[in-house]
């Protein structure tokens, strides 16, 4: 799964490091930011003072407030591309390539919990470009869940389904930890929302014939 580039974002400098230095700290203030103001509440003026460059040069890096959303779905992207690149072992079975990369992306989800609950609460806001960029990431994200599940199936290890659909929920369950977390936060911890994931997903598509799994 190859990195996307989510835009071109315009930059009048021509320092690459320090582009790269100064988008990463209008990263990190937007991501304290918004979570407490929300986006839209959230002014470029507020932005300059957490991060402590001044108005005029954050116009240097960024030309608009939509472009810190693009450069959190960038991170996002390449969060996702680094979870699925750590589990490309084509040694292992359906099975357990299947845990592995459940067991990685909901360590990723825990890790960036903020960031994708700003992209998931904020997606009706973006342009139509970043919406349909967003999605071809995503569907090549589902696409590496459904070519295990599709493999297991083959090969017998999982219940005849429909992959596409068993890709999107496998996914869907482990965000429930993010989009769930007002509930769940305060009830279970990372360790048992795993186990409870695994249980939903193995003791629910592995093939009746095989032996009980162990989770």
């Given amino acids: 799964?190859?990195?996307?580039a989510v835009k071109q974002i315009p930059t009048n400098i021509k320092n690459e490091s320090l582009v790269k230095k100064r988008r990463q700290q209008i990263f990190k203030a937007a991501m304290k930011l918004f979570p407490q103001k929300g986006y839209h509440s959230t002014t470029l003026?507020?932005?300059?003072?957490?991060?402590g460059i001044t108005l005029g040069n954050l116009y240097d890096y960024i030309s608009t407030k939509e472009d810190i959303l693009y450069i959190i779905q960038e991170r996002a992207t390449q969060a996702?591309?680094?979870?699925?690149?750590?589990?490309?072992?084509e040694?292992?079975?359906?099975?357990e390539k299947l845990r592995r990369l459940i067991n990685s992306e909901l360590d990723m989800v825990d890790k960036y919990q903020d960031m994708i609950l700003i992209i998931?609460?904020?997606s009706h806001a973006w342009s139509k470009e970043l919406l349909q960029t967003?999605?071809?990431?995503?569907?090549?994200h589902v696409e590496q869940y459904e070519k295990v599940i599709a493999e297991g199936i083959k090969k017998g290890?999982?219940?005849?389904?429909?992959?596409?659909?068993l890709a999107n929920m496998v996914i869907m369950?482990?965000?429930?930890?993010?989009?769930?977390?007002?509930?769940l936060g305060a009830r279970i911890n990372i360790k048992e929302m795993r186990r409870c994931i695994l249980e939903a997903v193995f003791n629910g598509i592995v093939n009746n014939d095989l032996q009980p799994i162990s989770i």
Avoid at 134 to 140: I, P
Avoid at 173 to 183: H, S, Y
């Fill in 173 to 183: 369950l482990i965000n429930t930890w993010v989009l769930r977390r007002w509930d």
């Fill in 80 to 89: 996702v591309i680094e979870v699925i690149s750590t589990n490309q072992d």
């Fill in 1 to 4: 799964m190859k990195k996307i």
């Fill in 157 to 165: 290890v999982f219940k005849g389904t429909n992959a596409r659909m």
């Fill in 45 to 51: 003026r507020e932005i300059s003072k957490e991060t």
């Fill in 134 to 140: 967003s999605l071809k990431n995503e569907r090549r």
């Fill in 120 to 122: 998931y609460q904020e």
């Fill in 91 to 95: 040694t292992c079975d359906p099975l």
